[in-house]
Nanobody, 128 residues
Framework: QVQLVESGGGLVQSGRPLRLSCAAF????????MGWFLQVPVQERVFVAG????????DYADTVKDRFTISRDDTKSTVYLQIDSLKPEDTAVYYC?????????????????????WGQGTQVTVSS
C-alpha cells in the first residue's frame, strides 16, 4: 500500500501560479509512474498530467499542456504539478495517483483505471 498526500491547494486569484505537491510514503518511489487528475462535482476524474518512473517522459491533457508542468524529485519521493496562469475553469479537486512500474517505459499512463494508488485530493479554487 502506497500512501499519497497532496498539498498546495487553496483559493487563488485568476492569473496567479500555483504548485501542487504529492508526497509518497514509499521507500522505492522511483519505481512508480505518477499522474495528476482533476475532478469537479458529478463528473469523473480527468487526466491532467503524467510522468514515467524515470521522469523521462511526460504528457498532458491538450487543454492544459501550455500551462501545466509535472515533475518529480525521487530524492524527496514527491511529484509536483506547476500550474501557471490559473483560470477559473481550473477549479477542481486535484488528485495524484501512482502505479508501480517494474519496467522502464516511455508511455505515460493516462487512464484512471491504470493507477493503483490515490491521494485524498487537494481543492483548488480560482477566483476571477
Amino acid at each position: 500500500q502506497v500512501q499519497l498526500v497532496e498539498s498546495g491547494g487553496g483559493l487563488v486569484q485568476s492569473g496567479r501560479p500555483l504548485r501542487l505537491s504529492c508526497a509518497a510514503f514509499e521507500r522505492i518511489f522511483s519505481l512508480y509512474a505518477m499522474g495528476w487528475f482533476l475532478q469537479v462535482p458529478v463528473q469523473e476524474r480527468v487526466f491532467v498530467a503524467g510522468i514515467t518512473r524515470t521522469g523521462g517522459s511526460t504528457d498532458y491533457a491538450d487543454t492544459v499542456k501550455d500551462r501545466f508542468t509535472i515533475s518529480r524529485d525521487d530524492t524527496k519521493s514527491t511529484v509536483y504539478l506547476q500550474i501557471d496562469s490559473l483560470k477559473p475553469e481550473d477549479t477542481a479537486v486535484y488528485y495524484c495517483a501512482a502505479k508501480a512500474s517494474l519496467r522502464f517505459s516511455i508511455v505515460v499512463l493516462k487512464s484512471a483505471n491504470e493507477y493503483a494508488y490515490w491521494g485524498q485530493g487537494t481543492q483548488v479554487t480560482v477566483s476571477s
